[in-house]
């Protein structure tokens, strides 16, 4: 049996695992998540309505774009999106994390605040694919509602929108000096911290049409970056670079990410401490409260979710694990990096595990 990949062409994690799925080779059939399919494969087999999902050849069901990729990375074996040596391969997790939990910001607040009509449509045609436009429409217009309803729990609001474009804006600058020397962030082999950018930077800030068209105008090479990846010419092609070789380019996008997503992290994983210590018993919620982010000088409120810390310990597993040359390496190169302290000191009292599509406390 082939394996079932149910998604869809709007959903920001459906681009992440489906360019990775096209880079690795991977033999496929894509379904589409209709209404019918939440109902009758997503929700009962995953236990709530999220997509993607994937369903493998041998019947096992996976869903976190992240294990999808292990998944395959695993079974597939050959040219791997993580690359072998200390510093790519924690610059790649890196960036993986903050495309992943992040760059949702900037995605959710130039979809629902510049294309929010276009959109409903677009829903409404994956929802009910036989249905009419205008049913189609009707039917968008009710499931896009809760998802422009997460705006402003994701910290998205009138005063922090000025910073939140002028953020996109720098990093789309600093992505596109990038993309003009490399055809991926590491050299001619995209890395799994390339999948992680290409979620929010494909669906929301390329395919949606006024998005499309800023970053079209302001970054034509991260539009070009984007086409690459969406559109796999050679799947299981390309090398990292040489020697561990981070480029200088990407110095600015991490200290985009060291400043403004690091901090926020830390108060999520002291605000997620207090929680499992008051709460040893209960199942982990999607958020544990609100916390601050400062964004420009701006600063905002948004939800506080343990799942960002999960794959945060990704690249802080592989880092603390790293026997001394490659430690030092590492140490070295984070010290050129404005902010990256937050990182190396950084405190999680409760690590955290995802199994059977929940977090668990590890
Ligand atoms: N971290 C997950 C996120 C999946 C996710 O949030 N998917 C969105 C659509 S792109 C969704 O279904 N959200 C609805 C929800 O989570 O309630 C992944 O990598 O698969």
Not at 72 to 82: L, R, T
Not at 208 to 233: H, Y
Not at 242 to 248: I, L, N, Y
Not at 263 to 290: C, S
Request: proline fraction near 7%.
């Amino acid at each position: 049996m082939k394996h079932k990949f149910y998604g869809g062409p709007l959903s920001l994690y459906s681009g992440k695992a489906r360019a990775y799925l096209d880079w690795k080779g991977v033999d496929y059939e894509e379904i589409l998540s209709t209404t019918e399919v939440y109902k009758t494969i997503i929700v009962p087999k995953v236990g709530r309505p999220v997509i993607p999902v994937m369903v493998t050849g041998d019947g096992e069901t996976l869903q976190d774009t992240t294990l999808i990729i292990d998944h395959f990375e695993a079974k597939i074996g050959g040219p791997s999106v993580y690359p072998d040596t200390p510093k790519q391969r924690l610059v790649a997790l890196l960036m993986e994390v903050f495309g992943d939990e992040w760059l949702v910001i900037p995605a959710m607040h130039y979809r629902w605040n510049y294309n929010e009509e276009w959109v409903y449509g677009e829903f409404g045609a994956v929802a009910a694919p036989d249905a009419s436009q205008e049913e189609q429409l009707a039917i968008g217009r009710e499931r896009g509602q809760t998802f422009k309803g997460f705006c402003p729990i994701l910290g998205i609001n009138e005063q922090t929108i000025p910073a939140i474009e002028a953020s996109y804006e720098a990093l789309l600058a600093d992505l596109d000096r990038h993309f003009s020397q490399y055809d991926y962030l590491l050299g001619s082999r995209p890395s799994i911290g390339d999948f992680g950018l290409i979620g929010p930077l494909y669906a929301h800030l390329y395919r949606d049409p006024a998005s499309g068209e800023i970053m079209k105008r302001l970054a034509p090479k991260v539009a070009e970056w984007v086409e690459r990846m969406v559109d796999v010419q050679q799947p299981l092609s390309g090398e990292f670079l040489p020697d561990d070789e981070v480029p200088e380019t990407l110095v600015p996008v991490l200290e985009r990410m060291m400043t403004e997503q690091m901090p926020f992290l830390q108060k999520t994983a002291d605000i997620f401490a207090a929680w499992a210590r008051a709460n040893p018993d209960m199942e982990i919620p999607r958020a544990v409260g609100m916390t601050d982010f400062t964004i420009e000088g701006v600063t905002g409120q948004r939800i506080a979710p343990p799942f960002s810390l999960w794959m945060l310990q990704r690249p802080l597993d592989y880092y603390r694990q790293l026997e001394e040359s490659d430690k030092s390496a590492a140490e070295e190169f984070l010290s050129t990096i404005d902010g990256a302290l937050a990182f190396r000191d950084f405190t999680m009292e409760r690590p955290l595990a995802f199994e059977n599509f929940k977090l668990i406390l590890h």
